[in-house]
């Protein structure tokens, strides 16, 4: 299992029966080109509660299921330079899920561009492209189970530009994410987590200065 996510944070239910599958690959193509594909089936088993108007409580047993797969490709021209392409398809579907939707698929293509200069200056630049489709509720109150298509494409850029510190002790960052102020609806499932993740794209410009220090 090394190599693969083992650690999961679902969404919030206890005694979740959780089993999961992978496989996966990488490959040295040659001494600058770098490739590799995996793919992750996960199924749940959720005990969800359902209580009644004499207060008993009894749990039924509902079943999510979560497939993941990834395809990426490094390569480095020289020695300055590398350019990467990545491929990530995430799939969700089944009885227990979120009060928005009955299932999800998400597609995700990031392309980047680094450069590297021998005075410590680093540049990144790059963009990514989303598409996103699933079945949505009506009602996020979950008294009505009516659902309805939805779907979203778009494409954002980001771009950096850093200084590696003197003897690798560490780097300052200026940066930008979403560039275009590209406005988008996007659902993100991690951030139905009890530990809420911050979401990967923001629709909206989002400018930061970063600092790192190693010792």
Known sequence: MAGFQQFFQDFGQAAVDSKQYGVGIDQKVSSNLFGGAEFINRKLTVPVPFFFSDGTVEFQDQEEK??????????????????SAEYFRDRTSGEYLDDSFTSLTTHRVPLGLNFYHPTGVVIKVGTTYIDQHGEFKTD???FNDTVEPGKTRFWIWDASVGY?????????????????????????VEALAPLHHLPKYQPARFVYAKLTLTF
């Open 140 to 142: 996020p109150t979950g």
């Open 66 to 83: 979560i497939k993941k797969g990834r395809a990426y490709l490094y390569w480095t021209p020289v020695s300055w330079a590398a350019v």
């Open 164 to 188: 590696r510190l003197p003897r690798r002790h560490g780097m300052f960052t200026i940066g930008a994410e979403n560039l275009s102020d590209r406005d988008f609806r996007l659902f993100d």
